[in-house]
Structure formats: structure tokens, C-alpha cells
């Protein structure tokens, strides 16, 4: 699926940055993928009292009376053919077991909507990922992502503090579950360390999520998103935001 795409090269780079962007979706799969998130129900703010269609978001937070800022599909998400042949691609297997070791499993694959809207609280703002964190789902980790549809400065881009899955401030050694505002992170990193992921649908890339990263919020139009993510620990029953367990 990854023509031209070694292996060597991109665990390089995460071992250098922790993230390595260039990878490319066929148009066919990311299409069908993007079809499927507008036609399928998803559910809004991690809630799955809140369903609706992407397409009929104003019209879902006028229903519901609240800001909806995401979208996610759950265990749906592998109804979809196109996101299982991204998921069992040999490529992203073979990078990470050469990052990960050889115990390396898929743990995590979901694809999710993030939508502009007027107003949030500070609560959803911040499950909804939107200030600078780093996971901890497992003690090692990976995770590629997919933009599945045209993103630029307006979409909410990811943003990678490239370097930092190396190197951490004490304060954020000792605050592991909290987020932390920008000026703060890049008072640390530097502004050049931050790599704001922009592109067309299709556009991948894949980081260690053991660096800063964070979802910008969308202005101007939805975000959708696919994620892929590998760890070396047995899956737990219960993952976090209810994301599907292969078994």
C-alpha cells in the first residue's frame, strides 16, 4: 500500500524526531474510509447517548443543546473494509517491531471526527485532546495516523513536539496525566521543535506518542482521522474513550 517506504528509514527517524511524515494512502481507501464516516452514525463527545451523522453536526448540537467537538465511530470503525486493509498493511507491522521489538501488537484502531464549533467547556475541550499531552496507554508505544480528508491551518492539524519522546522538564515527568498549555511546552522544546502535520486526505505519518503532541481545534471545516496504534503489553478489557480491542 506504502510504495516506495522503508522501513529503516522511518524507524530512524522516530528514533531521531519520534515522528517520521510521509506516508500516503491510495486514494481508493482513503475515499472509502471517508464515505463510510459520513454515512455511518458516530458518537459525539465520547458519549453514545450522543449519535448523529458528521454531515448533520449543526443540526445534532441544536438536538442535543451542546457543543459537540468530536466524533468518535468505537468498535464501528472496523466495519469498514478500507480501515482493516490499513490496519493489517505490512509496512506499519514492520516498523513497529523494528521500534517496538518483536512482542509489538496492534492495540488501537479507530477513526474519529473533530468538528469547528462556537463554544466548548474546558471539560470537553480537554478529553477531546486539545493541549499538549503524551500517552500512556502502554509503557511503549506507537501510533500512525491518517488525515482522511484535505487538512490545513483551519482543519486542527496534529502537532508533534519532535524530540521530546527523548528528553522531559521534571514539572512534566511529575504532572503525567495532565495537559499542558503551549507556551509552556514550547518555552521548553523551542517553537522550530513543533511539526504541525498539514495535507491532503490521505496524508500519514506515525510518531512515538511518548513525545508532546496535541489535536488543534478545527475553525473552519471537520477533521477526520485515522489511527493505528501498536504497544507491547497484552490489551486490556477496557480501553480508554471505549476504543475496540483486537483479540
Given at each position: ?18 515522528l517520521f511524515a510521509g ?59 478500507a480501515v482493516l486493509a ?64 484535505d487538512v490545513d491551518e ?94
Amino acid at each position: 500500500m506504502f510504495s516506495g517506504i522503508e522501513c529503516d528509514g522511518v524507524v530512524h527517524a522516530l528514533q531521531t524526531d519520534g515522528l517520521f511524515a510521509g506516508l500516503m494512502l491510495p486514494e481508493s481507501i482513503h475515499r472509502d474510509i471517508a464515505e463510510f464516516a459520513r454515512t455511518t452514525g458516530c458518537f459525539g463527545n465520547f458519549d453514545r447517548k450522543l449519535e448523529f451523522l458528521a454531515p448533520e453536526h449543526a443540526a445534532a448540537e441544536a438536538r442535543f443543546g451542546r457543543s459537540l467537538l468530536s466524533g468518535h465511530f468505537y468498535e464501528r470503525s472496523l466495519d469498514c473494509d478500507a480501515v482493516l486493509a490499513v490496519q493489517r498493511d505490512p509496512l506499519l507491522g514492520d516498523v513497529a517491531r523494528h521500534y517496538l521489538g518483536g512482542q509489538a501488537q496492534v492495540i488501537t484502531t479507530r477513526i474519529w471526527w473533530s468538528f469547528p464549533t462556537k463554544s466548548a467547556s474546558e471539560a470537553d475541550l480537554s478529553r477531546a485532546s486539545f493541549k499538549y499531552h503524551f500517552d500512556l496507554d502502554d509503557w511503549r508505544m506507537l501510533k500512525f495516523f491518517f488525515n482522511l480528508v484535505d487538512v490545513d491551518e483551519g482543519t486542527g492539524p496534529h502537532v508533534f513536539i519532535k524530540g521530546s519522546h527523548r528528553r522531559r522538564r521534571v514539572k512534566h515527568q511529575l504532572t503525567l496525566l495532565v495537559g499542558h498549555p503551549a507556551e509552556e511546552v514550547l518555552g521548553f522544546y523551542g517553537e522550530e521543535s513543533a511539526a504541525t502535520l498539514t495535507g491532503k486526505a490521505g496524508f500519514g505519518f506515525v510518531e512515538d506518542p511518548f513525545g508532546f503532541h496535541m489535536g488543534t481545534v478545527p475553525m473552519q471545516k471537520p477533521r477526520l482521522m485515522m489511527e493505528v496504534g501498536f504497544g507491547v503489553s497484552k490489551p486490556s478489557r477496557r480501553r480508554f474513550h471505549g476504543e475496540p480491542v483486537l483479540r
